[in-house]
Nanobody, 121 residues
Framework: QVQLVESGGGLATAGGSLTLSCAAS????????IGWYRQAPGKERELVAT???????HYADSVKGRFTISSINALRTVYLQMNNLKPEDTAAYYCNAQIVAPPSMHYSDYWGQGTQVTVSS
């Protein structure tokens, strides 16, 4: 059974910083990519940043230059350093990973439970 557990959300003021972390555990045969999505009230879930086993990273235009994604332990732990936060960054942030795990042994999407980030002006 695969689990993604996020931590690090909370309250920040505009211009401040927060760091999110996500730890993947369980019967993981292969982890191809891991990253962060967010969903604000009344809006669709959107990609924030991802990184993959090739070391490639991808960012939403809205966070480029402010957020940095990094990982350790073969993508098993991923961080999102968020600087110069804006009120529009307020959302629930979800960790997502593409993992091969038993019994399917095919790539599947796994999601964490989410962590709330609230930025006040």
């Amino acid at each position: 059974q695969v689990q993604l557990v996020e931590s690090g959300g909370g309250l920040a003021t505009a211009g401040g910083s927060l760091t999110l972390s996500c730890a993947a555990s369980g019967s993981i045969f292969r982890l191809n990519a891991i990253g962060w999505y967010r969903q604000a009230p009344g809006k669709e879930r959107e990609l924030v940043a991802t990184t993959d086993s090739g070391g490639n990273t991808h960012y939403a235009d809205s966070v480029k230059g402010r957020f940095t994604i990094s990982s350790i332990n073969a993508l098993r732990t991923v961080y999102l350093q968020m600087n110069n936060l804006k009120p529009e960054d307020t959302a629930a942030y979800y960790c997502n990973a593409q993992i091969v795990a038993p019994p399917s042994m095919h790539y599947s999407d796994y999601w964490g439970q989410g962590t709330q980030v609230t930025v006040s002006s």
